[in-house]
């Protein structure tokens, strides 16, 4: 079956870095993507992975390993406004979109 | 550029009746449009897959009947719950895939039903 994992929740403090990890198992690979929400809103794109390494993009990175079936999302210089759910999803190879359950993240002053 | 709308935003609808909801792409032609519904603390799940004239494909356990979808243009895709229960109250969120660019889903904004 298809299967993504990340942890539930995640606290951290204003200002630090936080790492929150997505592995999977799914029929296909066409690329792992990641995902804002805040609560009551629709999920907004923050990357997209499909070869390995790290993609930085301003406060956050990236990083994706296909052989370990393995992701992690770098969240720097944190800010109260990152609070939210962060979804992890990868695209199989019929192009649909998997989900994680998504983390949430609760940063604290 | 690439942004979804939907219609309502809300909507609080009593037991029995019906509810559309709509999906706009606002400016471009989406080939493909997505439904998901997510409920408090959960994770989103894909009910459906639309295609521009063709019927939508439904995943296993979501009801056709039930959750009739069309997708009349390359602009619009459209969400009918028929005869709503409060156990169909949710977050309903709709994507679109433009054609050519097989990875990226942009997301409309999200339709809360309420039903009492």
């Known amino acids: 079956g298809q299967n993504i994992d990340q942890p539930t929740e995640m606290t951290a403090t204003e200002g630090a870095i936080v790492q929150i990890n997505c592995t999977y198992q799914?029929?296909?690979?066409?690329?792992l993507f990641w995902y804002q929400q805040h609560a009551g809103e629709a999920p907004t794109f923050l990357s997209y992975n499909v070869l390995d390494g790290l993609e930085e993009k301003g406060r956050f990175s990236s990083f994706l390993s296909r052989s370990k079936g393995y992701s992690y999302l770098l969240l720097k210089e944190l800010q109260m406004k990152d609070s939210a759910s962060y979804l992890c999803?990868?695209?199989?190879?019929?192009?649909?979109?998997?989900w994680g359950a998504g983390t949430k993240l609760i940063i604290k002053p | 550029g690439a942004v979804v709308s939907q219609h309502p935003s809300w909507v609080i609808c009593k037991s029995g009746t019906s509810v559309k909801i709509e999906c706009r792409s606002l400016d471009f032609q989406a080939t493909t449009m997505f439904w998901y519904r997510q409920f408090p603390k959960q994770s989103l799940m894909l009910m459906a897959t639309?295609?521009?004239?063709?019927?939508?494909?439904?995943e296993q356990g979501v009801e056709k009947d039930k959750f009739l979808i069309n997708h009349a243009s390359l602009t619009l895709s459209t969400l009918t719950v028929t005869s709503a229960h409060p156990e169909d109250s949710s977050f309903y969120i709709c994507?679109?895939?433009?054609?050519?660019?097989?990875?990226?889903?942009?997301f409309g904004p999200g339709t809360r039903l309420t039903v009492t």
């Open positions: 994507s679109a895939r433009a054609p050519g660019i097989d990875y990226e889903q942009y």
């Open positions: 799914t029929s296909g690979f066409n690329g």
């Open positions: 639309s295609n521009e004239g063709s019927k939508a494909t439904y």
């Open positions: 999803a990868v695209m199989d190879s019929n192009y649909q979109l998997i």
